[in-house]
């Protein structure tokens, strides 16, 4: 009777153990299987991207990086109200894109050659909030820094005005450079 008792428990601990490894095994599948991305919608997570943005690459859709493709821009782009705050944001974004450009190439580049569609978005809503139709396929990354000197749509930005002053100084860098 000991033996079928002492046969039992032993099962019935290999039977636990077996069930426990499939349970972990199978919460690992389940962790390990990628998250559908969750669409940002919101202007004000669109603008912090932003001002958080920190190039790293001379391609413009690399520079924006993964967490950019999860702003659904359509949406965020619907709401016409906060127009001002959405061109800002494109603005900072070209901005910083064409300061880390000028530090490492002491270059401007056409930003459409290497935007995938997600950052195409971005660009043609750039141009669309200026007006400036006639760079729909072409568009240096200065021409943000460049018209935003000549407009001053932006004056009262202390954050757009010390990116200005970043890129002047570059700028007047490269200049030192050529002479």
């Known amino acids: 009777m000991k033996k079928i008792l002492f ?13 426990t490894e499939d349970i972990i095994n199978n919460e690992r599948i389940e962790d390990s299987q990628p998250q559908e991305a969750e669409e940002i919608l919101s202007v004000d997570s669109f603008l912090k991207f932003g001002y958080s943005f920190q190039p790293n690459s001379t391609s413009f859709s690399n520079s924006l990086g993964e967490d950019f493709n999860k702003f659904n821009l359509d949406s965020i782009f619907l709401d016409t109200s906060r ?17 880390f450009l000028l530090q490492n190439t ?13 950052s195409k978005k971005l660009l043609d809503k750039y141009i669309e909030l200026n007006n400036l139709f006639e760079y729909s396929k072409w568009l240096n990354s ?9 407009e001053r749509n932006f004056q009262n930005n202390i954050y757009l ?19």
């Open 83 to 99: 127009n001002n705050d959405i061109n800002l944001t494109v603005n900072i974004i070209l901005f910083k894109q064409h300061h």
């Open 142 to 150: 200065g021409l943000a820094y460049y018209h935003e000197k000549e």
């Open 7 to 19: 046969i039992c428990l032993i099962s019935f601990l290999i039977g636990c153990a077996n069930q």
């Open 106 to 118: 002491n270059q401007g580049y056409n930003l459409f050659s290497t935007a995938d569609s997600q």
């Open 161 to 179: 005005d010390s990116l200005t002053n970043l890129i002047d100084a570059e700028a007047f860098r490269i200049e030192k450079l050529i002479d």
